[in-house]
């Protein structure tokens, strides 16, 4: 055996196998690097992008929030001043009822003034005839002198 011979028969081997990896071995290896080169790439492009979009929607969701809270805000400005309205028209409803109560009591005290003077007039006329009977020593007929009696309550 010749080392010779040996040797150019592995190189030539050695050169075929070379050969049949460079054209069928290497190609599907080097398919799958690329591949996954690109499956990486995107990952990391589809990671980048969800970060983005992760600020966008948390810079969208504290803008709503900053609206929701300011919508909140208006809503109690406008309940307080509807409140302070309900109030102040409770408030002029409820003097509006007094000052009707009070003008009621007037009318009411006035019509008592009225009747207790008219009993007061005809019990007064009632005495200035007894009176006058007494002094007249006779009896003057009330429903005779009637006429006179009203103008002397008249002018009581």
């Known amino acids: 055996m010749n080392i010779n011979a040996t040797l150019i028969a592995q190189t030539i081997m050695f050169v075929l196998f070379v050969w049949f990896c460079m054209k069928y071995v290497w190609p599907p290896i080097m398919q799958a690097l690329s591949d996954r080169k690109k499956q990486i790439a995107d990952g990391l492009a589809a990671g980048e992008q969800g970060k983005r979009e992760l600020e966008l929607a948390s810079k969208a969701a504290s803008e709503d929030l900053e609206k929701a809270k300011q919508k909140a805000a208006e809503i109690i400005a ?48 009632d005495l200035a005839v007894a009176g006058a009977a007494k002094i007249l020593d006779r009896e003057v007929d009330a429903k005779a002198h009637a006429e006179l009696l009203k103008t002397i309550k008249a002018e009581l």
């Open 78 to 125: 406008q309940a307080e001043k509807r409140s302070s309205q309900v109030v102040e028209e409770a408030k002029g409803l409820a003097k509006e009822e007094g000052d009707r109560i009070v003008a009621s009591a007037k009318a009411e005290v006035e019509q008592e003034i009225f009747r207790a003077r008219e009993v007061l007039r005809q019990n007064v006329a």
